[in-house]
Every structure is written in structure tokens, then in C-alpha cells.
T-cell receptor, first 115, second 113 residues
Framework: AQKVTQAQTEISVVEKEDVTLDCVYETRDTTYYLFWYKQPPSGELVFLIRRNSFDEQNEISGRYSWNFQKSTSSFNFTITASQVVDSAVYFCALSGVDSNYQLIWGAGTKLIIKP | DAGVIQSPRHEVTEMGQEVTLRCKPISGHNSLFWYRQTMMRGLELLIYFNNNVPIDDSGMPEDRFSAKMPNASFSTLKIQPSEPRDSAVYFC???????????FGQGTRLTVV
């Protein structure tokens, strides 16, 4: 069965600090997809990134970066020089054949950026 | 494109009443998803359509819930009769396909009193 674990329930940092959100997944699939979504206080879910299992290159988008390591089944998300606007709940999700390509969601990590 | 559009944004209803939530997916997207989010259970997939056909409704909690997609640009989620435990935020999302990233609407916050 597929599973996504976000062990950090809540993280609080001061603005401009770097912060890493952990995501560990379990799957028997050889082909699968990993996602990160952001849910700001306003409530909508915002897509951040999609990664397939064959692409282990790290991704950087502005202050955001993602580290995908199949050896440790992890897909961690780092925000560099955090800003108050980064405060949100961040969800990691997984899909693959084993879930009939439905998204399996982690419980989310609430990130609080203090000014 | 305006994104996924859901209506209403907020709904307060009395127990026993029928509730209908509406969704307009992004034009060109073939897959549509209805999710429910609560503090206790997190995000739950209720039902998934592909090309207007329900593919997986195993997440629909019980017969009180029903969903339709009469065409590619409109879907409804109906709860009849509603109960207080149905109170949640209901999200609609759409994507080009089941393995593609899904884009979410702003959600409908349902309160059943």
C-alpha cells in the first residue's frame, strides 16, 4: 500500500531563516509521482511541483527547492530565506498504479514564519 | 482561464436539508475530483471522474452523497439529507489526466447545524 508521512506537524521559524519540510513515502510501484501543495490561511490548495520517479534531479524555483532521493524514499522541500507569506500548511502527496493514480496525501506540515 | 470555480463559497444549512455543491473545471481538463477536508481526517477523495464518467467513488461516505458530471464543464456534489458530521470544506479539482497535477478550486465551506 502507498503511504506518505510528514512527520513534522508544525514548524515555526523566524523570517529569513531556511526551513526544510520532510516527506517520506512508501510505495511498491516502480513508476510513481510525487507532489507538493501549499494551503495558505485563505484555504485554497496551490500546486507547487510534480515529480516522476525516474527524475531524481533536484529542482529549484526561486526560493523553493526540492530534494528527491529514492534511496531514502524522501522528497523534501526547502524554503530559503523564508518570508511571512510562506506561512501555510504544506502537503506532500503520492500517486501511482497502487493507488489507481489517486493522490495519497500526507497529513501536512503547518509552517509559521514569524516576522 | 479562471481556474476551477466552485459555488457557493460558504453554505450553512439545517440538518436534513439537501445541499448541492457546484464545480466548473478548467477548460480542457479531462479529470475531475471531489475532495473533503476536515481537521480530523485531512483530505479525503470522495469521487473521481475521467471524461465525465465516474471512475472511483469508493470514497463517497454513504448513499446520502451523490455526484454527477453531465458534461465536461460542470459537476455537482449533492448531500441529501445533510447531517452535522458532513460539515467540512469540499474541494473540486481538475487535471489533464489522472497522473497530471490537479488544480483546486477555492472550496466550499459547508456547515450543517
Amino acid at each position: 500500500a502507498q503511504k506518505v508521512t510528514q512527520a513534522q506537524t508544525e514548524i515555526s521559524v523566524v523570517e529569513k531563516e531556511d526551513v526544510t519540510l520532510d516527506c517520506v513515502y512508501e510505495t511498491r510501484d516502480t513508476t510513481y509521482y510525487l507532489f507538493w501543495y501549499k494551503q495558505p490561511p485563505s484555504g485554497e490548495l496551490v500546486f507547487l511541483i510534480r515529480r516522476n520517479s525516474f527524475d531524481e534531479q533536484n529542482e529549484i524555483s526561486g526560493r523553493y527547492s526540492w530534494n528527491f532521493q529514492k534511496s531514502t524514499s524522501s522528497f523534501n522541500f526547502t524554503i530559503t530565506a523564508s518570508q511571512v507569506v510562506d506561512s501555510a500548511v504544506y502537503f506532500c502527496a503520492l500517486s501511482g498504479v497502487d493507488s489507481n493514480y489517486q493522490l495519497i496525501w500526507g497529513a501536512g506540515t503547518k509552517l509559521i514564519i514569524k516576522p | 482561464d479562471a481556474g476551477v470555480i466552485q459555488s457557493p463559497r460558504h453554505e450553512v444549512t439545517e440538518m436534513g436539508q439537501e445541499v448541492t455543491l457546484r464545480c466548473k473545471p478548467i477548460s480542457g481538463h479531462n479529470s475531475l475530483f471531489w475532495y473533503r477536508q476536515t481537521m480530523m481526517r485531512g483530505l479525503e477523495l470522495l469521487i473521481y471522474f475521467n471524461n465525465n464518467v465516474p471512475i472511483d467513488d469508493s470514497g463517497m461516505p454513504e448513499d446520502r452523497f451523490s455526484a454527477k458530471m453531465p458534461n465536461a464543464s460542470f459537476s455537482t456534489l449533492k448531500i441529501q439529507p445533510s447531517e452535522p458530521r458532513d460539515s467540512a470544506v469540499y474541494f473540486c479539482a481538475s487535471s489533464f489526466g489522472p497522473i497530471e497535477e490537479a488544480f483546486f478550486g477555492q472550496g466550499t465551506r459547508l456547515t450543517v447545524v
